[in-house]
């Protein structure tokens, strides 16, 4: 029986142990997220294997052609007279031909099936990008909701505080019942803030989970980061020559250029005559063996593709366009991004230095005077109303700012801001 209850202990203090292993899971940060993300989104995942399929295009381009091997068996007399020699007349032939292709066709196919990589690799980097954006939207947004559910508990704490003290004033008779209902009253609204801030903090880790394809529950996963605003970011300028360095669409687009230009050299190399050569080893009575050689030229007469070095030439002209249009693009999204990033910081500054100081003095003034009587009820609940209105509209602001510094590293094509 000792023994049966030791172990009996020994095994609920080994679950106990577990299941607090489980619920106590390290918060992660933006590189751990970010990690797990490129390494188990689906997304990405079949991206890789389209590269690596452009990569076996490449071995199939730069394949030479296979040679031919004929064999011939020619004059076959089954209704010979001499049946001791039914194949005393036959004339066996062996053919061997191989194509020579000329103006480095093989060259110029490989370097073709290599731009088209190169170019699969670049757009597989800009889905990354978007991917990323996505997920560091969620990541904030995560965030922002932890700060929101943080201030509306410390909301909570402090008007409970503020209410022990008015219910003992009440007991001592120092204010009147009215008051005190009022008061409680008001407690439902912050009660109310704080339920709909964890509803929304669940919301936002549920979004996070989905994007990351982590199946476990909600109360076992969290997320830790800097959820404040820097005063600083690079110059306008700056941001857009990043942009048309870093951009992968525009990697992209400028290797299409590339790969155009040498399709239009691979099909000028296609209208020139590609010689077969060929060897032929036989036998005819009365010479016992031979061998031959031959050179077959095609005449390139009436099919010298023209139509593919018309379109080829096309192509250039249209991978051109395209590159314009995305450099455009890539200098429209900077100058986008730039212009809400600045403006957020621009509200978000009075807020750091003077509102939320403010509102913080004001709200514990008018607590201290309302518990001793110097001011009013009315004045007191404003002061908290204040508080409150300011301080989530700071994290609503810091949450503002953070989207708009993703969507700078989006345009830029890299985390020019933390």
Partial sequence: MQLRARRLWLGILMAGWTAGGLCAQPALTWAEVRARFEAANPTLQAGGIAIQESKAQEITAHLRPNPTLTATLDQLDPFTPNPYRPLGNTLPLITFDYLHERQHKRELRLESAQRATMIAEWQQADVARNLIFNLRNAFVQTLQAKSVAALAKENLDYFDRELAISRDRFQ??????????RLELQRVQYEADYQTAQVNLRTAKIALLTLLDDRRPVEQFDVTGVFDFAGRVLPLEELRATAMDARPDLKAAALAIEKAQTDRRLAAANSSADPTFGLD?????????YFGVSVNIPLRIFDRNQGEKLRTELEIKRTERLREVAAAQALSDVDSAYAVLT???????????????????????????YQ???????????????????????????????????????????????
């Fill in 372 to 418: 001793h009587g110097q001011a009013s009820l009315l004045e007191y609940l404003d002061a908290q109303r204040d508080y409150r209105s300011v301080e989530l509209s700071y994290l609503i602001l810091v949450g503002s700012y953070l989207a708009s510094a993703n969507q700078v590293n989006l345009a830029a094509g890299r985390e020019v801001i933390q």
């Fill in 281 to 289: 080893i036989g036998r005819n009575p009365p010479i016992p063996a």
């Fill in 343 to 369: 403006n957020t910081m621009a509200l978000l500054q009075p807020y750091k230095t003077s509102y939320l100081p403010a509102a913080t003095r004001v709200r514990d003034t008018m607590s201290f005077s």
């Fill in 172 to 181: 001592a008779g120092d204010i009147a019942r009215v008051d005190l209902d």
